[in-house]
Every structure is written in C-alpha cells, then in structure tokens.
C-alpha cells in the first residue's frame, strides 16, 4: 500500500515509521521536503518526503496527523487530490466538543467532504502507542467512519502496526475519542473494546 503521512510531528512521523516498517511506501509532507531527511532515513528505503499535494496524489490511503490549527490549510494545499481519497485522521481540536457541536472529524469532512474519511490514531499519544504496540492483549483502536473502504483501510493499517481495530460508529461517535471525551486519553485492550465504548456512549448521553 502507497501510504501518504500529513503531518510530520511526534505522531505523524511514529506512524510514517511503523507504516515503512510494515512493508507499506509512504510518503511524509512538508513545506520544506527537504527538512525531512531525518524522518526518511530511519524509513528503510520505503520512504520519501514530498509536498502535500504530491504526496496525496501518491498515496492509496492518507494518514492525516497536522496540528489542527494547520489542518485547513493542510486540506486546501491537497485541493482536489483529495477527491475520493481515503483519509484518516488522527487530529484533535483544542476543545471538547459541546452543545451540540462537530466533533473535529465532522468538521473536517465539511471542509473536504470529497475525501472519504475515517477517524484513529487520536486518542493515545505516541510514546504511549509505542510501549504498547504488538503486545498481547493488543492495544485497541477505535475507528469512526460511514466509509466501508475507509473502514477495511484502517483496519488493515491498525493491524499492520500492531493494534486491534475496533468499529465505534459513524463520524458523530468521533467526539467520544476526542479532547472532552471519555475515550481520550484511555487506553483499552481488545477484550475489552466493546464494554469500554458501551459505557462511553451511555455516559456521554446521559
């Protein structure tokens, strides 16, 4: 799978490295594609650094993992590379969503609602990914999606990296993972996905 990294930080470029580890060719993003030498070079060959248009032309699937004060502008520069596109986000907005707003996944496809977008990778940071990546019982992942090939990309790219999918629901469910929501921040095992995201879902409702 070609694999397009937006986003070069802690997560972004964590996640650019396992995707090369795994055997996927991706593609990290920048103004300046030159300052990624650094990320590139512990990619094993598999990787190259490109700007974001290019690199979403390139890519099968794009991780999406910018600051969100960067992420519009991040999704006008791809323009209409975009179109069809499957992308995953793994951004967080600064605040918890309330009365009734967006969760950032929703407000996202609004801004690009020509991409097909899934939301993981968001709600544990990198160094915490990192100590429970491929240990038993594996660490799950959320996703949220109404896309059915953004749901069979993540998940396959969840387990490609060494975590459990896990289907939350659609992009509205996104908030639950969240700032403000009870899924952030929470790491939980596969076995027990499923009552975790119950009580997340009761409680947030409530």
Not at 10 to 36: I, K, Q, Y
Not at 90 to 97: G, R, S, V
Not at 125 to 138: C, F, I, K, S
Not at 145 to 159: L, S, V, Y
Request: overall charge negative; glycine content about 10%.
């Amino acid at each position: 799978m070609q694999i397009g990294v937006v986003g070069a930080g802690r997560l972004g470029g964590t996640l650019a490295e396992w995707c090369a580890e795994s055997g996927h060719d991706v593609a990290v993003t920048s103004r300046h594609p030159e300052r990624l030498t650094p990320v590139v070079d512990h990619m094993g060959g598999h990787g190259i650094a490109m700007h974001v248009p290019d690199a979403v032309t390139f890519a099968d699937v794009v991780l999406f993992a910018p600051p969100w004060e960067s992420a519009r502008e991040a999704l006008d520069m791809a323009g209409g590379a975009l179109t069809g596109k499957i992308v995953i986000d793994a951004t967080n907005p600064p605040t918890p969503p309330a009365g009734g707003r967006m969760s950032g996944l929703e407000t996202l496809i609004e801004w690009a609602p020509e991409a097909h977008w899934a939301k993981a990778f968001n709600t544990l940071p990198a160094d915490v990914l990192t100590r429970r990546r491929g240990h038993d019982p594996l660490l799950a992942e959320f996703v949220c999606t109404e896309h059915r090939d953004a749901r069979r990309a993540a998940t396959t790219i969840i387990r490609d990296l060494g975590f459990a999918p896990f289907y939350a629901g659609g992009p509205e469910t996104a908030r639950l993972t969240e700032p403000g929501g009870p899924l952030q921040l929470t790491e939980v095992d596969v076995f027990h996905a499923k009552d975790t995201l119950a009580d997340a879902m009761a409680g947030y409702s409530a």
